[in-house]
């Protein structure tokens, strides 16, 4: 049995985390200067292209220059943060039992019961305790936000105020924030999220064919006795088109597959067994990224992406007016879904009137009976 690196997990932490390098010096350098531009930071991406796999990278090295580092969700984000700064969620002040009095110049104690008071700690508290965490931090402070889309605006806003103000005082913080595409513009609209707008803005693409290749052989190299050629990776390198998770589906599935032949302590990997991980990789890829990407759509956008994929030419690209054909509209009539799919990364437009889909395998996809998931949808289709 051969030790397996690869870990297609949605959201986890792999145990083999591929590229990115550019951004981890960018990253590195910031915890560095603390002049940097880019000691706040917006990462963007489609799912499954490793956003909150490079929050954990960042984390882990924060943390290993001892930096005090507080990972967020999105759900009452400001609630954890302000629960782990001050610890608890209230405090209690007590009165001295001894009170002092003066009457007619003579004074005196007059002793009573304590009493006590007890004021909630809440999101009006988030700067002061900022200012104090960071003031009592040697070697500075870095807070994440993962899945920034799901978080509400005027949560983003206080966050962002606090912040402003810290790093107005000269104070050794940082930030890094993750979300959907469309999350981006969204967010440094708003008028209470200026310190957001000054950020590096990180899009996470497709890796290329070098950087992936890299990432496959650095993966394989760590599994002792299990020897896969070039000619091979260079296999799974074409059919992962340089998608994080497709990349970490694929090695996991072909380990996963010669496992279950109860290999000997060596086994040179071939190409059958490349051929069967691979079609097991991109059917789990369909079932946990594709599908429930389509469902989440309005049926306008399913339909559009189905015609789109109709409409691609040799360069994989459609013609938008041929899409509005093919749907029966006028093409303006469909600017609202192709904005939409935009802004999600689902699409992108690489040239005045034409599209092209951004995410792996989603083309033919939208062609099979299996985005079709209501059951009343079923139904009909079937004709009961």
């Not at 008071?117 to 002061?128: M, P, S």
């Not at 998770?245 to 040179?268: R, T």
Request: net charge negative.
């Amino acid at each position: 049995m051969f030790e397996n690196p690869f870990s297609p997990i949605f959201g986890g932490k792999p145990n083999v985390f591929f590229g990115r390098e550019a951004i981890l010096k960018l990253f590195e350098h910031a915890m560095i200067d603390t002049g940097s531009e880019d000691r706040a930071m917006f990462i963007t991406g489609t799912r499954g292209s490793g956003k909150t796999a490079l929050l954990e990278q960042l984390s882990i090295r924060a943390g290993a220059k001892n930096r005090v580092v507080i990972d967020l969700g999105p759900e009452n984000m400001i609630l954890q943060l302000v629960h782990i700064l001050a610890g608890f969620d209230e405090i209690t002040k007590t009165i001295s039992p001894q009170a002092s009095v003066n009457v007619l110049g003579i004074g005196g104690g007059i002793s009573t019961g304590a009493i006590s008071k007890t004021e909630r700690i809440g999101r009006e508290n988030l700067q002061e305790l900022l200012l104090e965490a960071c003031s009592n931090s040697k070697k500075g402070i870095l807070i994440t936000v993962d899945e920034i889309q799901k978080v509400p605006t005027e949560d983003v806003s206080s966050l962002c105020n606090a912040f402003q103000m810290v790093s107005r005082k000269g104070y050794d913080i940082m930030l890094v924030v993750a979300g959907l595409p469309y999350a981006y513009s969204e967010i440094i609209r708003h008028e209470g999220c200026t310190y957001l707008r000054r950020a590096t803005h990180v899009e996470l693409g497709l890796f290329t064919w070098d950087e992936a290749e890299e990432a496959f052989e650095k993966a394989f190299s760590l599994i002792k006795g299990l020897m896969v050629d070039k000619e091979l990776i260079d296999k799974l390198n074409q059919a992962s088109f340089g998608h994080p998770y497709l990349m970490q589906l694929l090695g996991y599935h072909l380990v996963l597959l010669i496992n279950d032949l109860k290999p000997e302590k060596k086994h040179q990997a071939d190409e059958k067994e490349i051929e069967e991980a691979t079609a097991n990789a991109i059917y789990a890829y369909e079932q946990r990224a594709l599908k429930p990407l389509l469902d989440e759509l309005p049926n306008s956008e399913k339909m559009y992406l189905t015609k789109m994929s109709e409409c691609l030419n040799a360069d994989r690209l459609a013609v938008s007016s041929d899409i509005a054909r093919k749907m029966g509209v006028k093409q303006n009539y469909l600017s609202r879904s192709r904005s939409y799919l935009i802004d999600h990364g689902i699409i992108a437009a690489p040239e005045h009137g034409k599209v092209m889909f951004c995410i792996p395998y989603l083309a033919d996809f939208v062609k099979k009976n299996e985005q079709i998931t209501k059951p009343v949808e079923i139904a009909r289709q079937r004709k009961v």
